[in-house]
């Protein structure tokens, strides 16, 4: 059995931090967390400066997917939005983050434009089409390990119920794990978990300021979710701190004042791991 479907199957919850790019995703490594999930919505606040509404596209995340593989050995979840297209385009975007070093990837409901998903005025496509994109998503891996996710926000669009039947129709297409987003409700998440934790692993998003309640991971986990994600979170962190240091930079004209809040030359460099390049460079001399 791989990794990730050792990691999704055991008593406790996943947690998989948000990363947006190779040294985000090895930092979280480091920390020593199991899994990373690569956000769209933070490679379109990092890499364009601009909202989640369907900006970033494939090749984007393509290249932002291998970065980080060569950089970490952890399973990554990758958020593919729609697929980045019909069905067609779905199968490409599988094989392409596969063979990039994806372990599970993410497609959702959302018709184009697609925009995050606690944000308001999404639509979403029929169920039919959907399971289409599904099933062709399936066809396209070339190993069963290679999970794909299937996410629905038809909550904020059809209802809850409705959610609930997509839900039902994407698991019989023979995905590996559910992701109903942006549930209002600790009586929603857990009437979602009691219908399906138990055939399959279910995902729970926490965004801060979104739509659903926020819980820790060992909560989530005794409500029946399997993988948690805080997709945003890593962003939002960097953001709040960037502000910050540019402030203080900006009034106090150094940046001593926030030495005590950086890391310096010698500790970003042991991060990132260069005395262990330049060895390896030395070996080709």
Same mark, same amino acid.
């Given at each position: 059995?791989?990794? =990730? ?36 919505? $933070? %490679? ?32 990554? %979840? ?19 983050? !596969? ?5 599970? %990837?993410?497609? !959702? ?6 925009? &995050? ?12 089409? /959907? ?16 999970? =794909? ?8 669009? !059809? ?13 019989? &297409? ?12 600790? !009586?929603? /998440?857990?009437?979602? &978990?009691? =219908?399906? $934790?138990?055939? %399959?692993? /279910? ?6 300021? *979104? ?9 989530? *986990? ?55 390049? /330049? ?7």
């Amino acid at each position: 059995m791989s990794q =990730i479907k050792k990691l999704i199957h055991q008593e406790t919850a996943l947690l998989a931090p948000g990363v947006y790019d190779a040294l985000s995703a090895l930092i979280a490594e480091q920390t020593g967390f199991k899994a990373v999930y690569l956000s769209g919505a $933070s %490679i379109a606040y990092t890499a364009l400066g601009r909202s989640d509404v369907g900006l970033t596209t494939s090749t984007e995340v393509s290249q932002v997917l291998g970065n980080i593989r060569q950089r970490i050995s952890l399973p990554i %979840i990758v958020d593919a939005d729609t697929g980045f297209g019909n069905a067609l385009n779905t199968q490409r975007t599988v094989k392409d983050f !596969e063979r990039l070093g994806a372990n599970m %990837i993410q497609l !959702e409901d959302q018709d184009f434009p697609k925009r &995050c998903g606690h944000l308001s005025g999404k639509r979403v496509i029929p169920v039919k089409e /959907m399971v289409g994109k599904l099933k062709a998503a399936l066809d396209a891996r070339r190993s069963a390990d290679t999970l =794909i996710l299937a996410r629905t926000d038809s909550v904020a669009v !059809e209802g809850f119920e409705a959610a609930i039947d997509r839900a039902h129709a994407y698991r019989e &297409c023979g995905v590996d794990a559910l992701f109903i987003e942006a549930l209002k409700t600790p !009586e929603q /998440m857990r009437k979602a &978990c009691s =219908i399906f $934790s138990k055939s %399959i692993p /279910m995902l729970a998003n926490m965004v801060e300021g *979104g739509q659903t309640p926020i819980h820790n991971a060992k909560e989530l *986990g005794e409500m029946g979710f399997r993988i948690v994600i805080f997709p945003g979170g890593t962003v939002r962190s960097v953001a709040y701190n960037l502000k910050s240091y540019y402030a203080s930079l900006n009034q106090h004209q150094s940046t001593q004042m926030r030495r005590e809040q950086m890391l310096d030359f010698d500790q970003l460099n042991a991060t990132i791991g260069t005395d262990e390049l /330049m060895e390896l460079g030395k070996k080709y001399e």
